[in-house]
């Protein structure tokens, strides 16, 4: 009787270590699948850092040409009413002289 409790107890153990080593390999797997997906997260902070580096170097470019672009619109503007002005002078002295030499 002793000699089956004692085998019978002595399963029970070796079922036990084979289900802990079971979960241990379990769990080794998952760790590092987890690794896997720290490192994967941790490269896609990494990408979306240096987009929005570039977002913002973007954003500025664009500040900046939108600035140059009003500058050289109102360059146009003045330049486009001094040529009327000149144009009407030049009309006013083109009849002046026609009246002179008619």
Known sequence: DVSMESGGEEGRLVAKEKKVARLTRLN???????????????????????????????????????????????RSVRLRTALQDANRRLRVQARRVGFLYA
């Open 28 to 74: 080794e797997a998952l760790m590092a699948q987890i690794g896997g997906w720290e490192d994967a997260i941790q490269a896609k902070e990494e990408t979306v850092e240096a987009l929005n580096e570039v977002i913002a170097t973007l954003t500025q470019q664009k500040i900046k040409l939108t600035e140059e672009t009003l500058q050289a619109t109102d």
